[in-house]
């Protein structure tokens, strides 16, 4: 587990049966924009792995288009050429030939543009507190229209490995044995199920996570809204006075003063920007590329990237015949002995009921996170306190934080400044 700031990047190495080498597998590489020195921590992670690796990694998993999953692929390019990679593989939202990936990479795109455009006019109508949250969220897609976009940083993993072995993943397709060992991967998310794919905060009324957040419309309704306010305004263009004119009046100091702050609504309009930007980061994360790996005595490692409520949901569904033997997703959840933590904390990133408290057998939890750098962007609860005491509770304390020093109690830890290494 890579500590290179708020980010995902894990390296797994599985011994072979037959004692030739070890099975690798890689799951990510980026880190959130806008952190210090991002691209000599992308190389020292990248030129790790190829140490670690002895310059090949059997399989690559990317598992969504986020800058802090996929930055590294363009921030260390150079050193990860260094790298030999058999399969990639990725999420069947990513195929750009699937009509379904397509629909909603068109979605995902559209509100990009719509939220670049917001972002330039918030700023222009002094709204820096909207367009500051909006920014954040735009962060996680890329340098905000000016530079490299996670478009680009997928492309750049696609051609990692041989043309012929990048696999578009489907949850529920037949276990995949890992050669040369008894593992073998359970794909669990996203669904195809759209009503799940864009369920992503937790029910009103019984909330299956940790915390209650009240998420914003769909997508389209929020967009919707922006155009249209965001063109109106509060009155019509003949009826009002240019924001940036109108600060510079003697006649409207006291409206601009902090202690009538509470009358104003020339901004009304602009939260519309701000909810887009939560409804688009969280359709996103919910095409997270979940994955189960069942070890040859039957304890599983879960990777559940960025997934959120509806992906977690849809595994409730999922079985397996795998040669006679009868396998669940609630069975892998209950086998789970390491759970990479969804979202770096987030509230909406692990279910309770039919999540982590299925996880009877975890005995180490992992959460890459930098929560220094998540105050500054105010996301105050990432990680989030009580998801953060229940995981406590469950692992004994074996709880690992990517920006705090280990715990004691995990047997044959190694710590250093850029990794945790430890056995499963």
Known sequence: MYRHGLGDCFLLTLPRTDGAGAFRIMIDCGVLLGTPDAEARMRAVAQDIAAQSGGHVDLLIVTHEHWDHVSGFLQARDALAAISFGAVWMGWTENPADRQAKALLQRRSQAITALRMADSRLRLAGAEAVAEEVGGLLAFFGAGGRGATTADALEAARALGAPDRLRYVEPGEPPTPLPGTDARIFVLGPPRDEALL????????????????????????????????????????????????ARAMPDFARYWGAEESWRRIDADWMDAAAELALRLDADTNNTSLA??????????????????????????????????????????????????????GSHNATLREKGLETMRRLRIAAIPVDEAMARKRRWNAMPLPGLVARLEEMTGGRLLRSDRPAPTGIEALTEDDLFFAFPP
């Open 198 to 245: 864009l369920r992503s905060t937790p029910s009103r009324r019984t909330p299956e996570t940790y915390h209650l957040a009240f998420g914003a419309g769909s997508m389209e309704e929020v967009q919707a809204r922006l155009a249209g306010e965001a063109t109106e305004g509060p009155f019509a263009e003949g009826m009002s006075i240019p924001m940036q004119v």
């Open 291 to 344: 994955v189960a790996i069942e070890l040859a005595d039957g304890d599983v490692l879960l990777f559940a990237a960025d997934a959120q409520v509806g992906n977690w949901l849809s595994w409730e569904t999922l079985a397996w015949d795998d040669g006679g033997r009868r396998v669940t997703g609630p069975d892998l959840l209950a086998r789970t002995v390491f759970y990479k933590v969804g979202h770096h």
